[in-house]
């Protein structure tokens, strides 16, 4: 199945600051996911997007998808220390199959 | 939302004992759920889906002698880890596709430790 790679793998941040994580795919994708996981739940999912160049808001996230469907970012403005997880960005595979990639852990000191 | 539980949320099990876990749909249908499983600080790994009425389908790697998936229900699906080894230890999550929705939803997980 297709597969992604996310990039930073960690992040610290102060509460406060701006939080970017992105997702990057040799192919196509049809579509993306992005879930979240608090230590020690369970992954929840967050939005998907389905079309070149579509930006969704979500209250302080922003999602993009690229022009060419191959790249996709989560933005968080101003991080509160509810925003503590990993965020999982696997697309979308044949028989709703989700492939997780590492993921990027989000830290924030208060 | 959907709602999907597991149980037992955590099992201890000596080594060469069998363990089911049982995932459920709670509010939806789910013909197709999903099998993962997770170390500490690692992604998750999907192990295998689970199709309703047919065999499951597992991913490269996974012996399906010894991880028994049954789907008998549209709500039920279980997880039986045979003959458990401490190398099975881990967390196990499931899922359910609602498809109408095209998003998954995971059930809490069940965290397996074998002695």
């Known amino acids: 199945g297709q597969q992604v790679m996310q990039i930073p793998q960690y992040q610290h941040v102060q509460e406060g600051e701006d939080f970017t994580t992105y997702c990057n795919s040799s192919t196509t994708l049809s579509n993306i996911q992005w879930y979240k996981q608090r230590p020690g739940g369970h992954p929840v999912f967050l939005i998907q997007l389905v079309k070149s160049g579509e930006v969704k808001k979500q209250k302080r996230l922003t999602f993009q998808f690229g022009e060419a469907k191959k790249n996709s970012s989560l933005h968080i403005t101003a991080t509160q220390t509810t925003d503590v997880g990993t965020y999982f960005c696997?697309?979308?595979?044949?028989?709703?199959?989700?492939?997780f990639g590492q993921g990027t852990e989000l830290s924030v000191k208060p | 939302g959907a709602v999907v539980s597991q149980h037992p949320s955590r099992v201890i099990c000596k080594s060469g004992t069998s363990v089911k876990i049982e995932c459920r749909s709670l509010d939806f249908q789910a013909t197709t759920m999903f099998w993962y499983r997770q170390f500490p600080k690692k992604s998750l790994m999907l192990m295998a889906t689970s199709n309703e009425g047919s065999k499951a389908t597992y991913e490269q790697g996974v012996e399906k002698d010894k991880f028994l998936i049954n789907h008998a229900s549209l709500t039920l699906s279980t997880l039986t880890v045979t003959s458990a080894h401490p190398e099975d230890s881990s967390f196990y999550i499931c899922?359910?596709?609602?498809?109408?929705?095209?998003?998954?939803?995971f059930g809490p997980g069940t965290r397996l430790t074998v002695l």
């Open positions: 696997p697309p979308y595979n044949q028989g709703g199959k989700l492939i």
């Open positions: 899922s359910a596709r609602l498809i109408v929705y095209n998003e998954q939803f």
